[in-house]
């Protein structure tokens, strides 16, 4: 058997890498558009980092685990083809700010089609609308020269989560698969589920309908973000009352029904997905009349976005109002630990914030490059996700400065602001960098991993997000 990926980023390439590591048996090829990447994963600096993924591709590549441009001997030759294309939010047109751009998953199809001479079962893998598998049916179908070719479609999504996705590969809550309920239908799904027992036990793979699958995912990462919305919802309310947001949390999570997980009051929450996913349902939603229903998930992505404005607007007024001229060291710009991915990160949003109060941002990051960072702050919103708008300058980079060492951009700074939960934060040596800074020296822990009452101690005034005020900060804050 052969696998085609189609899409090497980060969600087909840690996939394959796993699907090639366990099925010594089956040869995976991963193809990709773009040149740079390819040459990336066929080298030793991967394009992405995430722990334990290196050692799986050097196990499998060059095995039965290849990285490819070219596109169209491969997706000829595969037997199942995955695809893990970029599925952006469209930034223009009907839909806008809501809908999934489809264009990278018809250009696929238009692939698969142009170049098969024989049946494939075809895999999405990317997220996408529901319902999408009946367009793309009728791309392959329609665009196939040969009648004697069949398209069997799945929907497969991917539930990793970046930082953990090589165990969430290995061992997976469970793994979804999505089929016509008809008799090939089933044939197909059972060609896929054999891939998985490879290594995953038959009662961890679950099928459904198409359309079921589909909206799985969707409703999976609404739900997730949903609790990070009504956690960080909460923290408001715990400043505003003097309650702790941990202590809440904790209480809460005790409760069975509820579970401790996803209950960490943030910043706000990033990465490619949640936001995406969920003005995608909004958007399915409205497209379907269900107003009151769009308008319910649509204030899950409100309270994300108020959550990072409340936190810029803390970090003003506890300033005295005035940040304008004022060094802030911004430790950590990925949307979470240990990955250098930075789609959609809160920290987007808060340099912005103070950006356009005329900060001087220093920031540092243990795995995002300097090059990433000023794209990011140079482009708009849901851009990051459309490759030909990438790589634009920052018309203010001027006021950001990036720094290879947490001490060198706190330095002379007079506030520093936790953006990501790198462990090494918590490791630093705070009174070498409290002496270094500007007093008052400030510490906004936007990810509640420091040791607050050390830092105080030492004499910094911290604001912790959810957490009683310090006095400093309630005589300042209106
Ligand atoms: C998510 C889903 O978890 C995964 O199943 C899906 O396949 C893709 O989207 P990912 O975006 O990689 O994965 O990361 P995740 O761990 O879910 O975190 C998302 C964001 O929420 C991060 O910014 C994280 O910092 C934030 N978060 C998470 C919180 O703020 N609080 C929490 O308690 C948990
Ligand atoms: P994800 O996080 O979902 O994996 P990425 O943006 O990291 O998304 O990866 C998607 C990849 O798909 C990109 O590397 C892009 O170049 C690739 N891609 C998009 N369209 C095509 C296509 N028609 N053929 C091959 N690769 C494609």
Known sequence: MKITCIGAGYVGGPTMAMIAY?????????????????????????????????EIVKAARGRNLFFSTDTQKHVAEGDIIF???NTPTKTRGVGAGKAADLTYWEG??????????????????????????EAIEKVLRRNCADPNVAFEILSNPEFLAEGTAMEDLAKPDRVLIGGKETESGQRAIGVLKSVYEHWIPTERILCANLWSAELSKLTANAFLAQRISSINSISALCEATGADVQQVAHSIGTDSRIGPKFLNASVGF??????????????ICETVGLKTVADYWNSVVQINDYQKQRFVERMIDAMFNTISGKKIAVLGFAFKKDTGDTRE????????????????????????????????????????DHPTTAGTKSPRQNSVS??????????????????????????????????????PAFVFDGRNILDHAHLRSMGFIVYALGKPLDPFLQRNYS
């Open 83 to 85: 695809v893990s294309v």
């Open 270 to 283: 990033g990465g490619s997905c949640f936001q995406k996913d969920i003005l995608n349902l909004v958007y």
């Open 22 to 54: 366990k099925c010594p048996d089956i040869q995976v090829v991963v193809v990709d558009i773009n040149a740079a990447r390819i040459a990336a994963w066929n080298s030793e600096e991967l394009p992405i980092y995430e722990p334990g993924l290196f």
């Open 402 to 439: 990036v720094f290879k060492d947490a001490y060198e951009a706190c330095k002379d700074s007079h506030a520093l602001a936790v953006l990501t939960e790198w462990d090494e934060f918590k490791r630093l040596n705070y009174q070498k960098i409290y002496d270094s800074m500007m007093k």
């Open 345 to 384: 990160t809160p920290a987007i949003d808060v340099c912005k914030g103070l950006m356009a109060d005329n900060a001087l941002i220093n920031i540092y990051d243990p795995k995002v490059t300097e090059a990433q960072i000023h794209n990011d702050l140079s482009l708009g919103k849901f851009m990051w």
């Open 108 to 133: 696929a199809a238009r692939l698969i089609a142009s170049v098969s001479t024989t049946s494939k079962i075809v895999v999405e893998k990317s997220t996408v609308p529901v319902k999408t598998a």
